[in-house]
Structure formats: C-alpha cells, structure tokens
C-alpha cells in the first residue's frame, strides 16, 4: 500500500531560524497536502499542491511539489514561537491506482520544537 | 461555531464495551472522513462517505467498527467490543465534492481500560 515518510520526525531550532521538513510517497500522487497541528489541537489545512514542479508561498512558508509528484517539501524561514506544532504531509492517489482514492495517507510528521 | 463538531470529545471505557461517536460536519460539505491518531503518528484513514453512501473503507477498519450517515448530515462511528488498542484519537472530518481540503473537528479521545 501507500506509504508517506516525513523526516526529520523532531528538529529544535532557535526561534529566527529556517526549518525544512521533507515528505516522501512511495507512489506518485494526484496531489499533496500539508496540515499543522498544535499540541492538543487537530490538523488544519495549510495548502494543496497539485502539480508537477509546483512552488507555492504562505509568508514565511515555502511548499514544493517535486517532478515526479513523489516528494514534497515545506520551509518556514525565520521561525517564530507560533510556528510550534507538527507538520504532517498527507498524500492522495489518483483515481483508479488501487490505492484508496479519496481517503488521505499521512505521514507521521515533523514536530517542530522553537527554543526562543 | 460552522466548523466541524464531534461529540463526546472524551470518553472512557472498559474493555469489551460499545461506543458510539457523532460528528456533524460543515452543513454544505457533501464528503465526510474518518480518521484514527494515536500519539506521535498521524492520523490514519479509516472510511469516508459521499453524502449518504460509504465509498472507502480502510483494511484498518476491522468488523468490530462500522459507520454510518444516515441522512447524508452528521456521522456516528460505532467500536463494538473495545479492545485497549482501540485507544486512540478518532477524527472527523468534511470537505466539499471538488475539494481536497479537509476541515478536521476536535475529535473524541478514546480511553479503554
């Protein structure tokens, strides 16, 4: 079956530092989609990307869609205490791959630590 | 509050035991998931439903659960005969036909002891 990995799985980081986290789908995806979720709290969307190659920015938040629809990434520049949480890709197949069409796989996300 | 309600939002109980969970997802969203979280993973797909009609179902989701939506509105998720691996975070969430974006409720955290 599908499999997301994200790593790293935690990274400490001053607060005004970068963070990087990385998703890997072991199949190609129609599309990704990235969520934060605060501690105690439930995911919230953050964005989709859709298409090969696509680069998308939020502020401070970069996302990347890789060529081969198969790896995405998510890059905070200069972190601030509000971007506690953890950071979870979540992938979908496209239709008719025998991989659950419209149920999202996540990965295990990237718990973001900020030491002020 | 227009946001996806899930209810109760803790519950405990003895191994062995039903229970049953309610979500009400945003009044116009036509699809509606299911999800279980444990701590430190995220979260798994377990089913979903497009209006009233269930169309996925998870290999994770074993004959003691089943789900339904009655009316195409709110979803109740039923575990029959708990096992202490069924404690877990069980999330819902909704979104529109052509939409991949998913609202995520609060959840239920499940206790079995």
């Known amino acids: 079956g599908q499999q997301v990995m994200q790593i790293p799985q935690y990274q400490h980081v001053q607060e005004g530092e970068d963070f990087t986290t990385y998703c890997n789908s072991s199949?190609?995806?129609?599309?990704i989609q990235w969520y934060k979720q605060r501690p105690g709290g439930h995911p919230v969307f953050l964005i989709q990307l859709v298409k090969s190659g696509e680069v998308k920015k939020q502020k401070r938040l970069t996302f990347q869609f890789g060529e081969a629809k198969k790896n995405s990434s998510l890059h905070i520049t200069a972190t601030q205490t509000t971007d506690v949480g953890t950071y979870f890709c979540?992938?979908?197949?496209?239709?008719?791959?025998?991989?659950?069409?419209?149920?999202?796989?996540f990965g295990k996300g990237t718990h973001l630590i900020i030491q002020p | 509050d227009t946001g996806v309600s899930q209810n109760p939002r803790h519950k405990i109980t003895k191994r062995g035991q039903n229970v049953t969970f309610r979500c009400d997802p945003i009044?116009?969203?036509?699809?509606l998931y299911w999800y279980r979280q444990t701590l430190g993973q995220g979260p798994e797909f377990l089913t979903y439903f497009q209006n009233e009609a269930q169309l996925e179902k998870s290999r994770l989701l074993s004959d003691r659960f089943s789900a339904e939506r009655p009316k195409g509105s709110f979803s109740t998720l039923e575990i029959q005969r708990t096992e202490q691996g069924d404690s877990a975070m069980y999330l819902c969430?909704?979104?529109?036909?052509?939409?991949?974006?998913?609202?995520f409720g609060p959840g239920t955290r499940l206790t079995v002891t």
């Open positions: 199949t190609t995806l129609s599309n």
């Open positions: 979540a992938g979908s197949v496209p239709p008719n791959s025998g991989g659950g069409a419209d149920g999202l796989t």
């Open positions: 969430a909704s979104s529109l036909k052509n939409s991949y974006e998913q609202y």
């Open positions: 009044s116009e969203h036509n699809r």
